[in-house]
């Protein structure tokens, strides 16, 4: 955008810190919305992290100098960093196990639209005279945060948090409301109700559903303060420290390296580079004219957006190492081959017109691997290789060490570019390769496998212990009673729904 660029003027190091500031404020708001969000309720945290990112939005787009720009990217990454912790968790609390999976995976899918979509905005408004070419797609972005804070308001609250918040009925109402079912048809259909005797004299309705998301608080809440239970409070500061510790415990601390250096190898591919700055790296592949640039970088986004689609259907038939595995080598071999064509044919690109295209189709190729293989996978594997009691906190951390990874990729990559664009690819195919290396040494397959064939790979009893104390918070809460109850219902038997 003509205006843009002359207005402000921007070095490559400002360029680097406008976009960092981004992930920055993202890695803190991630960070702190794990915490926050268990003390209030999800819809709060969700509609505070939506008004703090109209904040951001509205800054930048009324901004009079970088300051303000870099600003505004700071506290709009506040509420975008929330929003990757707060929106997935929501939806796995609220969402019926048989979908659950289905709505993660449609979560990426807009995630990377939305990308699509942005890059587009901004194509066909980059020739509006004035500011208005670049205030219109940073004002556009107000929209979907303003719908969804809005449209927050209007959701059920989410019936584990009451659960762990030890509100039973509001939760029971809730779980009612979020399976379609009335107050009185909660209390009679047999499909969401269960009768049992609490063991003083009364009987309560509650649902089957509801007792394991009572079992899951409890098993939470007693891993989670260990040895110290007897005299650290749930939520205390003692209680969250010995959360966060067990994660570097010996049998735990294989899985968070997992999980952390999943993050660090998937964005030090280069993907987040090439999405940031696609139009600066197109121009360092020898594409001329800003029109022609600006289609190519914009085709990344495409690429990445159809290869997730294959990678929905395969990922769990081919299995997490395979596609790990090729994808590292396919983006390695991409990128080693744009840095030898650029090394070799950058002092003059419009006398070798073959090389030029040559490295943008390595571009899309290295794009198309990474939607099939690190995109998906590297927000899959961190919630699979962490036993029940320590995947809230092991997800976090992913997460942090996603952001942390992205901020320095979004700081340094322009001037990497600056100094050397082939050097550049030669990092991010260096990178690739130690996933391949990686990958290979120490990640374990995990799909359709239990808790107790992940320990057998790990070499420790963290998730068996998780499960035989698990089965014994049923038997304590009356989940299994519940359950053979239901099963010998006059008519179940007759009619084979047991």
Known sequence: MKDFVARWHLSAWDTGLMTAALELGSL??????????????????IFTACAIFCIGSALQCAAQSPFHLILGRGIGGLGVGALSMLSPLYMAEISPPEVRGSLMALEQFAIVLG???????????RDIEGSASWRIPLGIQLIPGILLGVGCLALPPSPRLLVAQGRIDEALRSLARLRLRSPEESATDPLLQARYSLGHGQDEHITIELL??????????????????????????????????????????????????????????????LLYYGPTLMH???????AVTLMSAGGIGIVQFLAVLPAIVFIDRVGRRPLLRWGSIAMALSHLLIAV????????????????????????????????SYGPIGWILPSEVFPLSARSKGVALATASNWSNNFLIGLLTPVLMERSPSGTFFVFSAACALGYVWVTRFVPETANVSLEEIDAVFGSSAGREDVALKRQLEVDLGLHNVIRQWAHEPGRERDGTD
């Open 341 to 372: 064509l650029v090394y070799r044919y950058s002092a003059a690109w419009p006398a070798h017109p073959l090389a030029a295209r040559v490295s943008v189709g390595c571009v899309y190729a290295f794009t198309a691997a990474y939607g099939t």
């Open 212 to 273: 394991e998301m009572q079992v899951e608080a409890s098993l939470i809440e007693q891993t989670a303060t260990g040895d110290s239970i007897q005299t650290a409070k749930p939520g205390s500061l003692q209680a969250e420290i010995h959360a966060w510790a067990r994660l570097f415990e010996p049998k735990m601390l294989r899985r968070t390296l997992i999980g952390v250096f999943m993050m660090v190898f998937q964005q030090w591919s280069g993907i987040n580079a």
């Open 284 to 290: 360092s592949l020898g594409l001329q004219g800003d």
């Open 28 to 45: 803190v708001g991630a960070l702190t919305a794990g915490t926050l969000t268990d003390k209030y309720s999800r819809r709060q945290s």
């Open 115 to 125: 990308a699509v979509l942005g890059f587009w905005t901004g194509f066909f408004t």
